[in-house]
């Protein structure tokens, strides 16, 4: 499956931003999807994941009650909504895929190119 990541951008503290994955390939809705955030000079980190059905989610806790990650499986795409943004959440956000619901970035094999989002104070 390839992916690519869309959304991201500049946006001020308390705003939102919706990010976007699209998939290629028919195979999209047997994958749990997830987004992963980093920045330079340090460890790419779970943000959210959403089983392939869409019923069971997770997220780290710094985003939690702020984002909120769901997918359309007609469409091919996940989206990870982000409210309440704050300076810290800037970041270069990555889509990924795998066929197990991990938190865990070694249990994903497809990765989408990523979307910057900044978050200006």
């Known amino acids: 499956v390839q992916l690519q990541a869309s959304g991201g951008g500049l946006v001020q503290a308390g705003g939102s931003l919706r990010l976007s994955c699209a998939a290629s390939?028919?195979?999209?809705?047997?994958?749990?999807m997830a987004w992963f955030r980093q920045v330079p000079g340090k460890e790419r980190e779970f943000v959210a994941v959403?089983?392939?059905?869409?019923?069971?989610?997770a997220y780290a806790d710094s985003v939690k009650g702020r984002f909120t990650i769901s997918r359309d499986n007609a469409k091919r795409t996940a989206y990870l909504l982000m409210n309440s943004l704050k300076p810290e959440d800037t970041a270069v956000y990555y889509c990924?895929?795998?066929?197990?619901?991990?938190?865990?970035?070694?249990?994903?094999?497809?990765w989408g190119q990523g979307t910057l989002v900044t978050v200006s104070s």
């Open positions: 959403i089983n392939s059905r869409g019923s069971s989610t």
């Open positions: 390939g028919r195979t999209f809705s047997r994958y749990a």
């Open positions: 990924a895929a795998a066929l197990s619901f991990s938190i865990l970035t070694y249990a994903y094999g497809y």
